[in-house]
C-alpha cells in the first residue's frame, strides 16, 4: 500500500505565502510524475503543477512565476511553495503521484486534500 498526505494549508491573506507538503510513505519503489491539483467550489478540477522524476515541471499558466513545485525523492517528499496568492488561489489542493510499488505495480495514488483559503 502507499499513501499521500498533503500538509500546510491553511488560511492567509492575499499577497501572502504557503508551503504545501506531500508526503510519500509505504511500499514505494519510486515515483514517477508527482503533482498538485486543486479544485475551486463549482470548478473543475485543474492540474497546477507537476514534477518528472527527471524533474521536468509544467505550471498552468495561472500560477506561473507565483508558485514552485519541487521534490526530494530521498525523502519521497514533494513542495509548492506558494507566493503572491491571491482569492482565485482558493481551493482544495490534493497531491497526485504515479507510484511504482515494491512489487513493481504501477498506481495511481492521491491525497485526501488540504483547503488553502486567500481571504482578507
Known amino acids: 500500500q502507499v499513501q499521500l498526505v498533503e500538509s500546510g494549508g491553511g488560511l492567509v491573506q492575499p499577497g501572502g505565502s504557503l508551503r504545501l507538503s506531500c508526503a510519500a510513505s509505504g511500499s514505494i519503489f519510486s515515483i514517477n510524475t508527482m503533482g498538485w491539483y486543486r479544485q475551486a467550489p463549482g470548478k473543475e478540477r485543474e492540474l497546477v503543477a507537476d514534477?518528472?522524476?527527471?524533474?521536468?515541471?509544467f505550471y498552468a499558466d495561472s500560477v506561473k512565476g507565483r508558485f514552485t513545485i519541487s521534490r526530494d525523492d530521498a525523502k519521497n517528499m514533494m513542495y509548492l511553495r506558494m507566493t503572491s496568492l491571491e482569492p482565485e488561489d482558493t481551493a482544495v489542493y490534493y497531491c497526485?503521484?504515479?507510484?511504482?510499488?515494491?512489487?513493481?505495480?504501477?498506481?495511481?495514488?492521491w491525497g485526501q486534500g488540504t483547503l488553502v483559503a486567500v481571504s482578507s
Open positions: 497526485n503521484g504515479d507510484v511504482t510499488t515494491t512489487r513493481r505495480f504501477r498506481v495511481a495514488v
Open positions: 514534477i518528472t522524476s527527471g524533474g521536468r515541471t
